[in-house]
């Protein structure tokens, strides 16, 4: 795959789902067998990619309302790119992808104002992963290493702390040295931007993604274009996007 040029998050997109609830619906109804409510004047095909799109982002069947306005979006741009976006900056969208990284860096859900905070930067804008990364900067956050107790003192265990929430493991001894510099001096939301933009975390976001949308595991050849260093700096969101956009995930659902 060469330089990736997707369209990254807009301020504008989602903006007409502005209505609806933020709360996170349950996971089990993603899955859930329901029949999507077919819209009279969208084809079946379309109809059936808005349902996969729907209950894989938002955990449920899409509205009458919304299997209208994703098809005229689609009529409108048949590369299917917008009306993805749209779906994936919707407040539930987002919570659902965000919740669970709250737990993982913080233990805990994200308080309302938490979330408003961290959905409107995304909206926004800001990237998905950048706005991760800030939770790393929190008091909260730092607190948590704190307690976790690692190992090491004060910025050393903040580090390892990072590391194993990040990666899943230790920092190896020759990399200690630099990210204690740079933690000291960039701080710790930009050193986790790095670990999130790095080959090794990406690589694995890649593998759990195509399972989660593609149920199957990319080809090493996938993966390098993805992998190069101009497109590490690409928004998950954009990453995530561009698999549901594509023709594997429509013909998946639709055939």
């Keep these: 795959m060469d330089n990736l040029t997707t369209n990254g998050p807009s301020a504008g997109a989602g903006a007409r789902f502005r209505s609806m609830s933020t709360k996170a619906p349950s996971s089990n109804s993603s899955t859930a067998p329901r029949a999507p409510e077919q819209h009279k004047d969208v084809p079946e095909n379309i109809s059936k990619f ?7 982002a938002l955990g449920r069947v899409a509205s009458v309302e919304e299997m209208g306005e994703l098809a005229e979006s689609i009529e409108k741009k048949p590369d299917r790119r917008a009306a993805v976006q749209s779906v994936l900056l919707m407040e539930e969208a987002l919570l659902r992808l965000a919740e669970p990284w709250f737990w993982k860096l913080l233990s805990r859900s994200a308080e309302p104002r938490e979330t408003t905070e961290f959905v409107g930067s995304v909206r926004s804008g800001t990237p998905f992963d950048a706005a991760l990364s800030r939770i790393v900067k929190s008091d909260q956050y730092i607190q948590r290493a704190t307690r976790r107790g690692i190992g090491g003192e004060g910025d050393v265990n903040l580090l390892q702390s990072i590391h194993i929430d990040l990666v899943g493991r230790l920092p190896e001894s020759g990399e200690l040295s630099r990210a204690l510099k740079q933690i000291r001096t960039a701080g710790a939301s930009r050193y986790a931007l790095e670990i999130l933009r790095s080959v090794e975390f990406r690589r694995d976001y890649l593998v ?18 993805w992998l190069k260093r101009e497109n590490l700096g690409l928004d998950l969101l954009q990453i995530r996007g561009h698999l549901l956009s594509g023709e594997e995930f429509f013909n998946r659902w639709t055939r």
């Design 50 to 56: 808005i349902d996969a799109l729907s209950r894989t």
């Design 208 to 225: 759990r993604l195509h399972h989660e949308l593609l149920d199957r595991t990319p080809a090493e050849s996938e993966m390098q274009g």
